[in-house]
């Protein structure tokens, strides 16, 4: 209310007090007309990266390095190959170590001795499989570079990959590191079944990037 309300005579406050509620702005109309705004420029915003990806692509598809992956014949089957085989591989070597963790398999081994084994492997087939993985969006960059199921599963490698470092590094300096105490214990088993839902999403959404449209 203004200063001095409490002085007005209380026969004029109800006039005063509804020509105050009519002076100030609707700030649920502001609110709303800020956050309509705020959407707005979110979606500009979306669509300008949208059509960049769009032109990148379309201009991937236009080099010399692209247009020798479509037309000879046996690149694209031959990298899609090896690509399998090094998912194949992580695969496995992640979901073993994952399930020792859980206490599913090879309990009798010490989880840091069976991570020491696998896990300094996948690092290299990884390389592998981003070298693949970079040959294939080159030789079909209009599939995959707007594909949602391809942004989702580059989102979930990245994810996992850290994850996978974050279980590796610690015992890379104590082989007992989280084993130590039952709280270690139980961040490791929950990192453990994160990766293996994240590896497991991978590998559905490299699948979906063929039955997806792009954006």
């Known amino acids: 209310m203004p200063e001095g309300y409490d002085a007005v005579p209380s026969d004029q406050r109800a006039p005063l007090a509804e020509f105050a509620r009519r ?18 420029d979110y979606y ?7 059509t960049e990806l769009h032109n990148f692509a379309e201009w991937l598809a236009t ?12 690149i694209i089957p031959t990298v899609q190959t090896v690509h399998i085989v090094c998912v194949a591989l992580v695969i496995s070597a992640v979901f073993l170590v994952d399930l020792r ?10 989880m840091a001795a069976l991570s020491q084994r696998f896990l300094p492997w996948i690092w290299y087939v990884i390389l592998v499989l981003l070298i693949t993985g970079t040959l294939l969006i080159i030789g079909e960059p209009t599939r995959s570079v707007t594909n949602p199921a391809f942004m989702l599963k580059m989102l979930m490698l990245i994810t996992v990959s850290a994850l996978t470092l974050s279980i590796e590094r610690p015992m890379r300096r104590d082989p007992a590191y989280w084993e130590a105490s039952g709280g270690r214990r139980a961040t490791i088993v ?3 079944i994160v990766s293996l839902f994240l590896w497991s999403g991978i590998v559905f959404a490299g699948r979906w990037i063929a039955y997806i449209s792009s954006y």
Not at 44 to 50: D, R, T, V, Y
Not at 63 to 74: H, L
Not at 101 to 110: H, M, N, T
Request: charged share 15%; hydrophobic share 50%; no cysteine.
């Open 101 to 110: 963790i859980l206490g599913v398999f090879a309990r009798a081994q010490p």
């Open 23 to 40: 002076s100030l702005p609707d700030w649920t109309l502001l609110r709303k007309a800020v956050t309509v705004r705020e959407r707005s």
């Open 190 to 192: 929950t990192l453990a």
């Open 44 to 50: 500009s915003k979306n669509a300008i990266m949208l």
């Open 63 to 74: 080099t010399a390095m692209s247009n020798t992956i479509q037309n000879v014949s046996w």
